[in-house]
């Protein structure tokens, strides 16, 4: 059984920073692919940035240059640093991982985790 869970979230004056964690747990043989989505009320949920097993990163135009994700393979971690917020940035974010588990080493299956509000005030 895999599980990801977030945390970091919460209120934010605009301007201000969070860090967002993510903790990946289970019978992972090899996580590839790790990232951060974001949903707000009434909109889809969005890619916000995504890093690979090497460590090449993908960032949403929006938040391009104020966004940053990293993560740590020895810890099945990743992370997602939060710059100069913007109350347009304000939605619960998801954090997801293509994991191939002990069980299942041939197969890769996108997880997702439960989400973590965060909302930047103006």
């Known amino acids: 059984q895999v599980r990801l869970v977030e945390s970091g979230g919460g209120l934010v004056q605009s301007g201000g920073s969070l860090r967002l964690s993510c903790v990946v747990s289970?019978?992972?043989?090899?996580?590839?692919?790790m990232g951060w989505y974001r949903q707000a009320p009434g909109n889809q949920r969005e890619l916000v940035a995504a890093i690979s097993s090497d460590g090449s990163t993908n960032y949403a135009d929006s938040v391009k240059g104020r966004f940053t994700i990293s993560r740590d393979n020895a810890k099945a971690m990743v992370y997602l640093q939060m710059n100069s917020l913007k109350p347009e940035d304000t939605a619960v974010y998801y954090c997801n991982a293509d994991i191939r588990t002990v069980q299942s080493i041939r197969n890769t299956r996108t997880y997702w985790g439960q989400g973590t509000q965060v909302t930047v005030s103006s």
């Open positions: 289970g019978s992972i043989f090899r996580a590839n692919n």
